[in-house]
């Protein structure tokens, strides 16, 4: 996931350098530290759309499923559409029983925009709607199944009708205007109303920074108007889709929940790992991401979406297991932790704490960051399969252009290395000079790749590619492995971001105040890591030598790429 931004404040006290180091960093707007855990209200979402739904899915609605903590943590549980058309009626009834007997409500995500409405898609030809947001058309018959079954749907969460009805360029996105989409969706409300009428219906929009439109933000206001407008009621809530890779996102989410709040709409924001993760690296991600954001009290929202529909993590259960989205639950339960540093001549003490009570017995490690001189090589990499329909494959590397990025590169990259594990097919190849550094100009771009190779759809495949980056190149641009399928339309496209190397310096368990010291020559840039325990969230913090007082920076964090929801 994720550019976060740290709140370092850097005191001069003698000759030390006192910092305050908040975890991960996600602070928007630098105010104090949350009080505590489960803030908001979670919304559940794992694995349930074919063709992969999680394979022990049903086993969630079990009497004795093994997720009695997170199931009581959890208050809305929410369905794709998939899953309702073609799971049989006895699972349906299953789920429906399941979350009654558990008391959490039921909810759908829904493409409400009708692709056979001539005010949006008249003369635009036949592909207009093949897009994601687009199914209203269908919501009659799983909305009258749903309530044949005996569910009682309490929440309809809207998949990004103003960004694939108005914004996207992408074939088959109408463009049309705020109150064209509008005026459609207050007819599909009107039907879930005919079946649920106390049904709750809110949006889902992405939040993407520098990849969306100047005044978006502006737009989704305006969206949210029009929409009570033509229904005539407000929007339910709004739950915000984070292009977590891009710059400019952080920004974005401290406005809109201000702008939301002001009108009485409940905000939230969908907690995700990375599309090319493993389980256990994906659930880490999604931790790191509401770990960082909800240090800050008035940023924790009112609702935290834990959802995939990424390839994992695949299982839902157990959730003690690391790897599983109900292990993510139980995470999101745990007490926040804060790391407190300050620098020594010999290095550096400090502190853990959860909500002002100090941590005993945890490790804490220090890395030291790349700041364009130690030049450490690290080998970012993924194991995935060969998406089907896919017929070739190239390698890619992006800056500053199909990111929803823009910032200094001035990165190193070695060759990059696919390799098919199922046939033994091992392909080496450089899109640039492994022996010279690339150095790109803020709102400069560069878009290079190599030659098209053949690909076999569902074979297993890893892709690594060794990179110096520095922390000022960080998220600025990615390697990717990118599909075709036969008539040589991108399908798919799993990126390798840059992010900046670290190398461990020292480590250190806490005493019983809580406290820990690393005793190193300290570099420019410090990462200090905490990596949870079943009750505590982990935390990171990163130090930087130059800064002033109370100065905001984005931290160095794992891969991340935002991609399109569609593929769900």
């Not at 994720?2 to 707007?29: D, E, F, P, Q, W």
């Not at 104090?32 to 739904?53: D, K, L, S, V, Y």
């Amino acid at each position: 996931m994720n550019a976060m931004l740290n709140n370092i404040h850097k005191h001069l006290a003698g000759n030390s350098k006192i910092l305050i180091l908040t975890i991960l960093g996600l602070v928007l707007g630098g105010m104090p530290a949350a009080a505590g855990p489960e803030a908001a209200t979670i919304w559940f979402a794992p694995r349930n759309q074919p063709p992969i739904p999680a394979p022990d899915f049903m086993n969630l609605f079990q009497p004795s499923a093994p997720w009695p903590r997170a199931a009581s943590h959890v208050k809305i549980f929410k369905l794709y559409p998939q899953f309702v058309a073609n799971a049989s009626d006895a699972d349906l009834r299953s789920v429906i029983v399941g979350l009654r007997q558990r008391h959490i409500a039921l909810a759908i995500e829904y493409g409400l925009l009708n692709r056979n409405d001539p005010v949006l898609c008249g003369g635009k030809g036949p592909q207009c709607g093949q897009v994601e947001g687009f199914d209203g058309e269908l919501l009659a018959n799983g909305l009258a199944h749903l309530k044949s079954l005996g569910a009682n749907l309490q929440y309809v969460a809207m998949d990004e009708p103003l960004w694939f009805g108005t914004v996207s360029t992408e074939p088959g996105a109408p463009q049309a205007s705020i109150s064209a989409i509008a005026q459609d969706i207050a007819m599909q409300i009107a039907i879930v109303h005919s079946y649920f009428p106390k049904a709750q219906v809110g949006d889902i929009e992405p939040v993407v920074g520098a990849g969306g439109p100047a005044n978006w933000t502006q737009l989704i206001m305006q969206w949210a108007n029009a929409y009570q407008s033509a229904v005539g009621q407000p929007l339910a809530f709004f739950h915000s889709d984070v292009a977590w890779q891009g710059t400019g996102w952080s920004g974005q989410l401290t406005e809109l929940q201000a702008l939301l709040h002001a009108v009485n709409i409940p905000f939230g924001i969908i907690y995700d790992g990375n599309y090319s993760d493993d389980a256990v690296e994906w659930t880490t991600a999604a931790e790191q991401k509401f770990a960082g954001i909800e240090t800050n009290s008035p940023a924790v929202p009112d609702h935290a979406i834990l959802q995939s529909w990424n390839p994992q993590p695949l299982d839902a259960l157990p959730e003690t297991q690391p790897g599983t989205m109900t292990y993510v639950v139980d995470r999101y339960a745990a007490a926040e932790t804060v790391i407190n540093a300050t620098e020594t001549n010999g290095g550096f003490t400090g502190t853990l704490t959860s909500q002002g009570t100090p941590v005993a017995g945890a490790k804490i490690f220090a890395y030291a960051v790349d700041d364009g001189t130690l030049n450490i090589t690290t080998t970012a990499s993924f194991i995935n399969t060969v998406p089907f329909g896919a017929a070739t494959a190239l390698v890619g590397s992006r800056i500053n252009t199909e990111c929803n990025c823009n910032g200094p590169a001035n990165v190193l990259l070695g060759s990059a290395l696919y390799v098919d594990q199922t046939s033994n097919t091992t392909i080496t190849t450089n899109v640039v000079s492994p022996s010279q550094r690339v150095v790109v100009a803020v709102g400069q771009t560069m878009s290079v790749h190599s030659t098209p190779f053949p690909v076999t759809p569902g074979d297993a495949v890893s892709f690594s590619v060794p990179m110096q980056v520095p922390y000022s190149s960080s998220n600025s641009g990615y390697v990717a492995i990118v599909f075709f399928n036969g008539t040589g339309a991108e399908i798919e496209r799993l990126n390798l971001p840059f992010q900046p190397g670290q190398r461990l310096i020292g480590a250190n368990t806490t005493n019983s105040m809580g406290q820990f010291t690393i005793t190193t020559k300290p570099p420019t840039l410090v990462m200090f890591n905490f990596s949870g325990n079943p009750n505590l969230r982990l935390s990171s913090a990163l130090w930087r030598d130059d800064l002033p007082s109370g100065s905001v920076l984005r931290s160095a964090t794992p891969k991340v790429q935002h991609v399109a929801r569609a593929s769900r």
